[in-house]
């Protein structure tokens, strides 16, 4: 393969786990992506848990980016009353991943069938890093991190920050 397309830079991961209600000990999807990810020896900074609020996650996200380029939400995405995960991200996106949440849903069909159209989970670029929105639920962030973010990260990367 070109090394141009696809280099081994350094990957550097925040975990935020966008929830009202749980807690580090509930936190289930949380620590299922990081020990994906070092099973993958890909370093996870830290796993914070933020309440679902606009101004919250973007204030998270902006701490997040300035310590890291792989930055994983996981809940919040669902059509519920106070789910705004993607509210409070996608405005900030430079460049949207549209095959992200595509193939997520693709592959979350196998396993779910049509409850997939609940799901609007998002991938997008700022400032040359990766932004993945994901649901919540443990299965969900598995999927999306085992079988999109993790194969496809050096990509995304190499490509978001070539000029």
């Not at 393969?1 to 929830?19: A, E, F, G, W």
């Not at 106070?82 to 693709?106: H, S």
Request: with cysteine; hydrophobic share 40%.
């Amino acid at each position: 393969m070109d090394p141009s397309h696809i280099q081994k830079i350094s990957v550097q991961t925040i975990i935020l786990v966008i929830s009202t209600s749980r807690t580090e000990k509930e936190d289930t999807a949380g620590k299922a992506i990081q020990s994906l990810f070092q099973e993958s020896s890909i370093p996870v900074i830290r796993t914070e848990i933020i309440p679902d609020n606009i101004e919250k996650i973007q204030k998270a996200l902006h701490k997040a980016l300035s310590e890291a380029n792989c930055i994983i939400l996981t809940g919040g995405t669902g059509i519920t009353h106070d789910d705004c995960t993607i509210e409070a991200v996608e405005p900030l996106f430079d460049k949207r991943l549209d095959g992200f949440g595509e193939l997520f849903r693709m592959k979350s069909f196998a396993e779910v069938g049509t409850r997939t159209v609940l799901s609007r989970a998002v991938g997008g670029i700022i400032d040359g890093k990766a932004i993945f929105c994901i649901p919540g639920s443990k299965n969900a962030a598995e999927l999306a991190t085992r079988d999109i973010i993790i194969p496809e990260i050096y990509h995304i990367l190499t490509h978001a920050n070539r000029w």
